[in-house]
């Protein structure tokens, strides 16, 4: 089966007028690990870990010490709401597209590690290269190893990679045969000193990934071969510039 990888976004909201949540995430007890050892840390460590304003971590440091895992949830795919997730407009699909990204789509999270489109959680901030002290490990990648690409893996024989660098490494360095991972690259042509290369733009490729799982919703896309006519955003398909691995789209200026 065909399987799908996103990014979270930083900024989250809790939704409870479009669907219901239908399960918990994979890994409870390893985010509450993660939630048990943020707490133990003060609000300046906590703004360091976040990288972040003071209002930003103001209002992080208020949820996590409210924060429960398994009350007043919202859907995973509702409760992002950054570019990818604007574009994407979970909130606009009808039953059918919901039926695909529940069976297609999920989410890496460095707090969650692996969440389906309608897992129930509640709002956090922990990106996935922070550098968090857990459980011996010096930051995520060390913290969740394998766990969340074997979890991915079941039943899965090829996962097409929509998420950035910062997420899809979590997993990629564990992808091996017959599982295979392609990966979508969004962006533009540019020159330099007469050599022509792709150069992604990181809003416009959140933009692109997010009308990406959009269109395959709508398509029900099962065969990676039929991504090859994606064209929204006035993207299209470069033979060029694609392998097996990476199908690169190049806006058309």
């Known amino acids: 089966m065909l399987k799908i990888i996103i990014s979270p976004a930083k900024k989250m909201n809790c939704v409870d007028d479009v669907i219901e949540p ?61 570019l990818q997730y604007q574009y994407m407009a979970p909130h606009i699909f009808d039953e059918n ?85 392609l990966t979508c690259t969004f962006g533009e042509l540019t020159e330099k000193n007469g050599v022509k290369r792709v150069k992604t733009k990181a809003t416009a490729a959140k933009m692109a990934r997010g009308e990406m799982v959009r269109y395959m919703a709508e398509h029900n896309i099962q065969d990676v071969e039929q991504l090859k006519a994606f064209d929204r955003l006035a993207y299209q398909y470069s033979v060029k510039h694609s392998c097996a691995n990476e199908y690169v789209f190049i806006k058309m200026l």
Request: some cysteine.
């Open 97 to 181: 597209q919901w039926d695909y990204v529940r069976k297609h789509l999920m989410i890496l999270s460095g707090f969650y590690g692996l969440l389906r489109a309608t897992d129930g959680i509640t709002p956090y901030r922990l990106e996935m290269q922070a550098k968090l002290q857990i459980k011996g490990a010096t930051n995520l990648y060390n913290y969740w190893t394998n766990t969340v690409y074997n979890a991915l893996n079941a039943r899965c024989s090829i996962i097409v990679n929509l998420a950035s660098r910062e997420y899809s490494k979590v997993i990629e360095q564990y992808v091996t045969d017959p599982t295979k991972m």
């Open 22 to 82: 239908e399960q918990l995430p994979v890994f409870m007890r390893q985010a509450a690990e993660i939630k048990n050892q943020l707490m133990q840390l003060s609000y300046d460590e906590l703004k360091h870990l976040w990288q972040c304003n003071d209002k930003i971590a103001t209002l992080n440091y208020e949820r996590l010490q409210q924060m429960s895992l398994n009350t007043n949830l919202t859907p995973a795919l509702l409760a992002y709401e950054g």
